[in-house]
């Protein structure tokens, strides 16, 4: 196997934690402790074993008030990713409407769409925050930073593309950017 960053971090002496909402790692946290805490299928953040990315934060409170020594926790979350892009945010963030409340993106019109993908948005803005804060409440254990990356972009049906899976060849430019 190769090694990744994680396993790097970790041979290093620091503690490392995978957390996932987001069907697995691929590979990335196979030797490094990870839980998919989509498995815990809590009551009130799962769904027909889809959960919510607040369920990342489930027992880790109490991982961090643990924790000896330096640590990265990687929070893997579902955030955006469509077609489902309704099952990604709780009723209270439906900020936007009229939404698309279907997986089959196509049939809905550009504006539920769009307003659907920006309730996802919203969502992960409040998950940013939340994590933030966090690590606001152990400053004075750790020094702390938080690092936010995407994977990808999404087409919401721009010229009749839409998610993200186009190889690289033939994706529009907007998601080469």
């Known amino acids: 196997h190769q090694e990744g960053v994680l396993d790097i971090i970790q041979r290093a002496g620091i503690n490392v934690l995978w957390n996932d909402n987001d069907g697995g790692c691929k590979g990335a946290c196979d030797r490094v402790p990870h839980q998919n ?10 769904i027909n074993g889809e959960c919510y990315d ?3 934060f489930h ?22 990713h469509g077609p489902t ?15 698309c409340d279907t997986n089959e993106i196509q ?12 309730n996802t948005l ?29 994977d990808h972009g999404e087409s919401l049906g721009e010229n009749g593309i839409y998610l993200h899976g186009l190889p690289y060849a033939i994706a529009p430019d907007s998601q080469k950017q």
């Open 85 to 99: 892009y309704y099952n990604r945010y709780p009723p209270q963030f439906r900020k936007f409407t009229p939404t």
């Open 59 to 80: 027992g880790l409170e109490e991982y961090i008030n643990n924790l000896q020594g330096d640590g990265v926790i990687v929070l893997h979350t579902i955030g955006s």
């Open 107 to 118: 049939t809905c019109t550009k504006e539920q769409l769009v307003n659907t993908y920006d």
């Open 37 to 46: 805490v989509t498995a815990l299928n809590l009551p009130d953040q799962c």
């Open 122 to 150: 919203v969502y992960v803005d409040y998950i940013v925050d939340k994590a933030i804060n966090l690590l606001k409440e152990h400053q004075d254990k750790f020094t702390t930073s938080l690092v936010y990356l995407s």
């Open 54 to 56: 607040e369920v990342l």
